[in-house]
């Protein structure tokens, strides 16, 4: 099964959209082993997501004893929900060629952020693995985004665009996607607008102040899918106390349900 059969199977298994970043702070984890606090997450939570994505940088910063960590982490998720590793990692081709052995071989992700900015060499190793997918940085929901992403080029085009065309190009074997992010709604419609049967990964709800409405409204395809939207703080750190699974559920499965709403609303219009 190819990365978005596998997405697709486990959204609509469990009728929703929602991703969960598994970036566990060991500062606001409330006194336990951190693969205790992921697995606690998952337990209460695999049933309302279509796809879980541990931030690197969260297990990295730990040295091997992370590493290890994200190696467990990975074997105790439920096989039929994908996962995505968010590294955003981009290099010449043959570092790349590492990079996506590590996390598509080694490590057995389903799908992988990477960055374009070094162009098409950089990314074919990613892409060259057809049954994993690859969501490739177009437009940001950081403030610094805005630096470079909607900088024009001679013809007037913003660079996230450009970068949304060339995924659009590249796409030949089928699984390439897109990230945007949900704080910027414009730029998501057009992008969208472009791209409209890829995937697109979308963060930036909640703390980041991205509406979840609009990235729910322009960022499903016409069929109300290929949209996954990304939760991490707002889940994992619903609670500061020994009720923290409890309360992920709830907010997980709040999130959920309010997607799907915007959902069935987009589909009656």
């Not at 006194?31 to 994505?53: E, M």
């Not at 437009?139 to 450009?162: E, H, I, K, M």
């Not at 089928?174 to 890829?198: F, H, W």
């Not at 909640?206 to 939207?229: C, F, K, L």
Request: with cysteine; glycine share 8%; charged share 20%.
């Amino acid at each position: 099964m190819n990365f978005l059969d596998k997405l697709l199977t486990a959204s609509r298994q469990n009728s929703s959209l929602l991703c969960i970043g598994l970036d566990p702070d060991p500062e606001l984890i409330p006194g336990l082993d951190i693969f205790d606090f992921n697995r606690a997450i998952i337990d209460a939570t695999y049933d309302l997501v279509c796809a879980y994505k541990p931030n690197l940088a969260f297990y990295e910063a730990l040295g091997v004893d992370g590493i290890q960590l994200l190696v467990k982490t990975l074997e105790y998720i439920p096989k039929h929900i994908p996962v995505i590793a968010d590294g955003k990692r981009g290099d010449i081709g043959n570092t790349a060629r590492a990079y996506a052995k590590a996390l598509f071989v080694t490590f057995g992700f389903d799908a992988a952020t990477v960055n374009p900015y070094l162009g098409f060499d950089s990314v074919e190793p990613f892409i060259s693995y057809q049954e994993k997918g690859i969501f490739i940085l177009c437009r940001t929901s950081n403030p610094g985004a805005l630096d470079f992403q909607n900088q024009l080029s001679s013809d007037g085009v913003p660079l996230y665009q450009l970068v949304a065309r060339k995924a659009r190009e590249w796409n030949t074997r089928g699984n390439i996607g897109l990230v945007v992010g949900a704080t910027y709604p414009e730029e998501l419609k057009s992008v969208r607008q472009l791209c409209p049967d890829m995937p697109l990964l979308i963060p930036g709800i909640g703390p980041q102040g991205g509406d979840m409405a609009s990235a729910v409204r322009y960022g499903t395809n016409e069929h109300g899918e290929n949209a996954i939207i990304v939760a991490a703080r707002q889940v994992l750190y619903a609670a500061s106390d020994k009720g923290f699974a409890r309360a992920a559920r709830t907010a997980a499965e709040q999130l959920r349900d309010s997607i799907n709403r915007v959902v069935s609303e987009k589909k009656l219009r």
